[in-house]
């Protein structure tokens, strides 16, 4: 029996619904019954949700053409989501940040926001966008994309917030872009306000998605 998954999250990040592919050689067995005997074998912290027959072909990290992470930034302290969200006590601009965002949309070198291991292979990433909503409590980053490198979604949000507060230009934020820089590294957000969403393996779905996404976003 051999489990994959779609592919890696950073230590201490979450995940709402991670896709992985089972590939098994034992007898059929309904699939409620897999679940339940695989959730009385996982820890609490992990969850089987649901089960789908798939193609021998299929592969959850190698036929995912999307993927999707929510970063949560509170803007009050909160005793509850403590360990899900990020607070950060300045006033953030959120329209700011909205703006910067765009910049990091469509096909780009993400080397200033990689790891020094992943520079040894290729760090064009296209992002399909980045959208931000605001409520009273929480600023919330969806980063849409083709792939992730590592710690690549965190270094966005804390570039983000940076812009937020005032102490990065949108002129800077290019310049990450347009040539290696360090600043990314420097803002790592934390790992624990980071959210792996979703997978994604239709076109049609995936296309649906990205059109909603801009509702309510800034």
Known sequence: MEVQGHG?????????????????????????????????????????????????????RHSCIGRCYIYQIAKRKSVFHKKYVWWVKEELNAKAMAEAARLFTGMHDFASFAEKQEL?????????????YEDEEMLRLRVVGSHFLWRMVRRLAGVLVAVGKGELTKDEVAACLAGFSEVPRRLTAPASGLF???????????????????????
């Open 8 to 60: 890696r999250t950073d230590a201490g990040v979450h995940a709402m619904a991670y896709t992985a592919h089972l590939e098994t050689r034992c007898a059929q067995l309904p699939l409620a019954t897999v679940i339940e005997r695989f959730n009385e074998l996982l820890p609490a912290s992990i969850a089987v949700l649901a089960m789908v027959p798939c193609h021998t072909r299929f592969h959850a």
């Open 196 to 218: 792996f969403e979703q997978a994604f393996y239709d076109d049609a779905e995936f296309a649906e998605f990205l059109a909603q996404a801009f509702v309510d976003a800034l």
């Open 120 to 132: 040894k292979k290729s760090t064009k990433v296209n992002l399909n966008g980045i959208y931000i």
